[in-house]
């Protein structure tokens, strides 16, 4: 499956009006604390620890990207520092952090995630998985639904400046 999906930075007042609007207009499907470490290696790889269990993932691909394939491996929760002592012992060092609380809700067949990352920001996303054949139908599905919510697509020129920025400086950005 192909990951599609597309990403606007919000003022905290969006924030807090979609998030409104998401609990009145959609299915709530769960709220979530995530810390997650990415690896400085070749590939996108990280590992999560949530509310609810441990994960590595891969995305093929670049970061910011509009579609993906993603590789995804879950474990108890409790497992994170095993994970996180596997790859160091693989000489993989951590890149960034990220400390995010996450909304999650399903919107007319659409994934969304209203995002609060400790040091960078608001973020929507809208996503849904498909099949290589349908990713593009799919992304201009996902524009035209964040055009009906007022939300104006940021360019992922953007996404690259702040992601840089954060990966440089996480470690001050998260003390504040």
């Known amino acids: 499956m192909i990951e599609v999906e597309i990403r606007s930075f919000l003022t905290e007042e969006q924030y807090q009006e979609l998030l409104k609007f998401f609990k009145e ?3 709530f499907i769960k709220e979530d604390c995530q810390e997650t470490h990415y690896f400085n290696c070749r590939e996108d790889l990280r590992i999560q620890k949530n509310n609810f ?3 590595i993932w ?3 691909g670049r970061i910011h990207d509009d579609s993906r394939e993603e590789i995804e491996i879950k474990f108890d929760r409790g497992d994170f520092e095993k994970l996180s002592n596997l790859f160091f012992s693989l000489g993989y060092d ?3 952090k990220w400390f995010r609380k996450r909304f999650e809700f399903k919107w007319q067949e659409i994934d ?5 990352t400790k040091g960078y920001g608001y973020i929507l ?3 849904i998985l498909t099949d290589e054949k349908n990713k593009q139908k799919t992304l ?4 035209q ?3 009906t919510l007022n939300i104006e697509e940021t360019p992922k020129q953007e996404f690259d400046e702040k992601y840089d920025y954060y990966r440089k400086n996480w470690r001050n950005l998260i003390r504040q």
């Open 53 to 55: 269990f441990s994960k």
């Open 145 to 147: 639904k964040l055009q």
């Open 25 to 27: 207009n959609s299915e």
């Open 94 to 96: 951590i890149e960034i």
């Open 125 to 127: 996303e809208l996503e």
């Open 140 to 143: 201009e599905l996902l524009k």
């Open 112 to 116: 969304v995630m209203l995002d609060y």
């Open 58 to 60: 891969m995305k093929k």
